[in-house]
């Protein structure tokens, strides 16, 4: 998280302030974070250190945020402590992990392969535990895979289609021939899955040794799913490359300590195929979201990137009937899709990808 240049505390609402009061917090200063995706604040109180999370628009996330916390640190889990919540206002204080998230600690040089490493093995940790999946999260079924889906049909395809494109003719095929793809990773509810599992979401702990050290942030949308999706997200993550054959070394060392109960390398190289090919479809059609509905246009610089993962995946995973379709209604896709981002929508000090 980056911080801002701090604000009083009057701009603060009166719940806000009331609740910081009653927890012995009255008049610090605040210094934001920068936002993410989500309508979800954080704010700094360095006096105190802790963070305040305000979060009024997901109250059904906000409850998941304050559940998950308590499940993963049971666990032997970083994940932030809450001091005080008042889901009323969506308002909260949680611990201050700092300022080293993974993106931070790489780019000021820190070594890829062992934050890599460590955060491989915090997985292997909750995958292993027997109390991983005890917690009452939306399950990551067909169903919903699908309708992730929908918002490549829905935003992407339009973006990059030729002229007379049948949005309805392209959505009904894709979707089939998606349902019968994703069959191996259906009816898995073998873990928790944290969902965002990437750089940004993850902190390096200094004080703290094994697991523990790799601190986990923002797990509110977690659902109960195969274990490979986090491994995934963090693998193939959409702001980054990992260095050459980072990646395969990565996933042996996941297969070499995987539980026995998820199956052998096969069926997980598979099933991490298979994996990746939705979650880059879906932010495909996210990102492209973000920039038309949201005006988010930023997100659009990673989009090379995501589409060239998409592209990969699908062949890894053998989908060859999904590329035919993608390749029939939506000629040059790939190409089509980079040039959605151009120079304007970058934003200073951020890489074209």
């Known amino acids: ?11 603060l609402d009166p719940p806000a302030a009331t609740f910081l009061a009653r927890h012995g917090c009255a008049g610090e200063p605040l210094v934001p974070l920068t936002a993410d995706a989500s309508t979800r604040r954080y704010m700094r109180l360095p006096g105190c250190g802790l963070l305040l999370m305000e979060d009024r628009e997901d109250p059904v996330g906000f409850a998941a945020y304050l559940r998950l916390s308590r499940h993963l ?8 402590r809450v001091h005080g919540a008042d889901p009323a206002h969506g308002l909260a204080l949680v611990e201050d992990f700092g300022g080293s998230t993974y993106a931070a600690c790489l780019a000021a040089g820190q070594d890829e392969r062992q934050l890599y490493e460590l955060a491989v093995d915090a997985l292997l940790h909750l995958h292993h535990h027997e109390r991983g999946g005890s917690v009452s999260q939306p399950v990551f079924d067909l169903a919903t895979q699908l309708d992730e889906l929908a918002v490549l049909s829905d935003w992407f395809a339009p973006a990059v289609a ?18 019968e793809a994703l069959r191996p990773v259906a009816h898995r509810p073998d873990t928790l ?4 599992f990437h750089v940004d979401n993850l902190m390096w702990l200094d004080g703290r040794s094994g697991v523990a050290r ?4 923002d797990f509110q949308d977690g659902v109960l799913g195969p274990c490979e999706y986090d491994l995934v997200s963090l693998l193939q993550d959409a702001r980054r490359d990992l260095a050459p054959g980072l990646e395969a070394h990565l996933l042996d060392r996941y297969i070499a300590g995987a539980p026995v109960r998820i199956g052998g390398a096969e069926d997980i190289r598979h099933r991490y195929a298979l994996l990746g090919a939705q979650r880059h479809a879906r932010i495909a059609g996210v990102f492209v979201r973000l920039s038309r509905r949201d005006g988010k246009p930023r997100y659009l610089a990673f989009l090379p990137r995501v589409l060239r993962q998409l592209d990969t995946a699908l062949a890894d995973a ?15 896709w790939r190409q089509r899709g980079s040039a959605l981002c151009t120079d304007d929508d970058i934003p200073k000090g951020q890489a074209r990808v």
């Open 214 to 217: 790799c601190g986990l942030l």
């Open 318 to 332: 053998g989908l060859d009937e999904i590329r035919a379709v993608l390749s029939d209604a939506l000629p040059g």
């Open 162 to 179: 030729p002229d007379g494109f049948d949005a309805e003719a392209f959505a009904r095929p894709f979707r089939a021939l998606w349902a």
């Open 73 to 80: 640190r049971a666990l032997g889990l970083s994940a932030p």
């Open 193 to 196: 899955v944290l969902r965002d």
């Open 1 to 11: 998280m980056t911080a801002l240049p701090a604000v009083p505390p009057l701009s």
